[in-house]
């Protein structure tokens, strides 16, 4: 059974990078089509849609990030991480990752999520 | 790219049918077959319900059906259940092969 771990700093200060860190087990990140994928939700908010990233290495982002964050797998190929850069307190949220099954927006397994908060 | 626009709330008494809209543009819900429903309940990790506009992940109940037409998809409950009572959001793929989400529907059960 798939499970995901996302592990990281709880608190970053602002103007900084944001770095979380994904842990898959009972799966390979380079098997199968699917796409590994961080989404976020600020307190009392929805959801948002960060990115994804397939075993291959090919990236898609929200466009509305404008270029601030870099998805990558790593070399161990069981874990996956994201880097935020230059984050503002408004980027306080609660940070998922997840397996989308095809890239297409069906994610079937979270992880628990992991509670930034981005403050001075 | 813009959010998809869902009701804030629906509300429904036990027993009843509900159903929640989802409207988007030609460019993500109009353009692709693949909606994907998510139920999160206070506190709590969001759960895929429906993905692919109509296709149920195994164990969520029949109770729960999606639909689309044009720019629109919807999440159906029926037989609403007190359990069923959690906020629901929709996503899209879209063209720029990225994913959106709703702005996310409070469901209550009277």
Known sequence: ?120 | QSALTQPASVSGSPGQSITISCNGTTSDVGGYKHVSWYQQHPGKVPKLMIYDVINRPSGVSNRFSGSKSGNTASLTISGLQAEDEADYYCSSYTRSATVVFGGGTKVTVL
């Not at chain 1, 990140?29 to 929805?46: A, D, E, L, S």
């Not at chain 1, 466009?63 to 230059?86: G, M, N, Q």
């Open chain 1, 1 to 120: 059974q798939v499970q995901l771990q996302e592990s990281g700093p709880g608190l970053v200060k602002p103007s900084q990078t944001l770095s979380l860190t994904c842990s898959v087990s009972g799966a390979s990140i380079n098997g199968g089509g699917f796409y590994w994928t961080w989404i976020r939700q600020v307190p009392g908010k929805g959801l948002e849609w960060i990115g994804n990233i397939r075993y291959s290495g090919i990236t898609y982002y929200n466009p509305s990030l404008k270029s601030r964050a870099t998805i990558l797998v790593d070399a161990s190929k069981t874990k996956f991480s994201l880097e935020l850069s230059s984050v503002t307190a408004a980027e306080t949220a609660v940070y998922y990752c997840a397996r989308d099954d095809g890239g297409f927006g069906g994610m079937g397994v979270w992880g628990q999520g992991t509670s930034v908060t981005v403050s001075s």
